[in-house]
């Protein structure tokens, strides 16, 4: 197993560089770079301009293997490290042939450069991945960085409560207990604007987040006796609930640790195959995390 990362030069990809090395060490597996650039046509004419194509694609290639190289023999050169370069129309084909050949657990993605510093920002190619990839996708936030042979800290599963949160706790206490660190399972009550219609009134809405909050609590408690299935003990384990009137207030809500990461899993109706795929509940949990994201693939 490995730890597959996708790297770009002036795209953000120094703090996947950074989160990419955290998780391997944690897990203790090597690293895994890829660089995807464009693939020329398979029947190129006789201008001048497919030999320039090739060498810039050659150079850039080049360019990104060589800063990756040097990235991480400063930062992390405690852990092995390959470098690929992959010639695709597609690059995130690309990145998802290349986490199945080379058989990464993991497949770590940087944020995309339009949003604020420490923000999760799903650019184009990581939005893809985030409804197709067969492995778990990382997503750093922008800016993203570690101490030196940084580890990490604590894992959080966003727990909602239903049979598909069920399903993420246990591998996300095996990290846990692979890596081992404590494992907090949270719940969040988010009571929007329009959560529920105006005439309902106050009253009636206080009341069914109280039932949510409740229903939760049990949901928690039972979760924790998955995670113990697994191999962590009970006092590696808590839960905690928290309600808002949003998203970032609910999240901003927990304290959260340096070298922490969130998980989350995917949802939909994807039959067999093993594949990512995101619900608007986990969208709004990436847009607002404070911490690395891990998304695991439904199974």
């Known amino acids: 197993m490995s730890t597959l990362i996708a790297f770009a030069p002036g795209k953000g990809s120094v703090g996947a560089l950074d989160l990419g090395a955290q998780l391997a060490r944690s897990s203790g597996t090597t690293i895994d770079v890829a660089t995807v650039v464009p693939k020329p046509w398979s029947t190129p004419s006789m201008a001048r301009v497919d ?16 800063k990756a190289r040097h990235y991480l023999e400063d930062r992390a050169p405690d852990i092995a490290a390959s470098f690929h370069r992959l010639a695709h129309r597609s690059v995130s084909t690309a990145l998802t042939e290349a986490a199945q050949s080379l058989s990464a657990s993991v497949l770590v993605l940087g944020s995309s450069g339009d949003g604020a ?38 894992i959080t599963v966003a727990f909602s409560g239903d049979s598909e949160a069920s399903r993420v706790v246990g591998p996300t206490a095996e990290l846990a207990r692979d890596a081992g660190i404590p ?18 009134g106050l ?7 109280a039932e949510l909050s409740r229903g939760l609590s049990e949901a928690l408690t039972a979760a924790v006796d ?7 003990s009970a006092d590696q384990v808590t839960t905690e ?13 927990l304290q959260w640790q340096d070298g922490e990461v969130l998980t989350i899993g995917s949802s939909g109706p994807l039959g067999p ?27």
């Open 51 to 66: 030999a320039e194509f090739a060498d810039w694609a050659a150079a850039t290639a080049a360019e990104s293997e060589a």
């Open 183 to 200: 494992l907090r399972l949270a719940s969040f009550v988010v009571r929007g604007a329009s959560m529920y219609p105006p005439e309902v």
């Open 241 to 253: 609930l928290a309600s808002a009137g949003s998203w970032r207030e609910a999240l901003d809500e």
């Open 226 to 232: 998955d995670a113990v299935a697994v191999g962590l």
């Open 273 to 299: 195959i093993a594949r990512v795929f995101l619900g608007s509940r986990a969208t709004k949990i990436i847009r607002h995390s404070p911490v690395p994201i891990l998304v695991l693939p439904r199974r």
């Open 117 to 154: 510093l420490g923000q999760v920002v799903v650019g184009s190619t990581a939005d893809k991945l985030l409804h197709s990839s067969p492995v778990t996708v990382a997503l750093a936030p922008r800016g993203y960085r570690v101490r030196e042979r940084a580890t990490l800290t604590r």
């Open 203 to 209: 009253r009636a809405e206080d009341d069914v987040a």
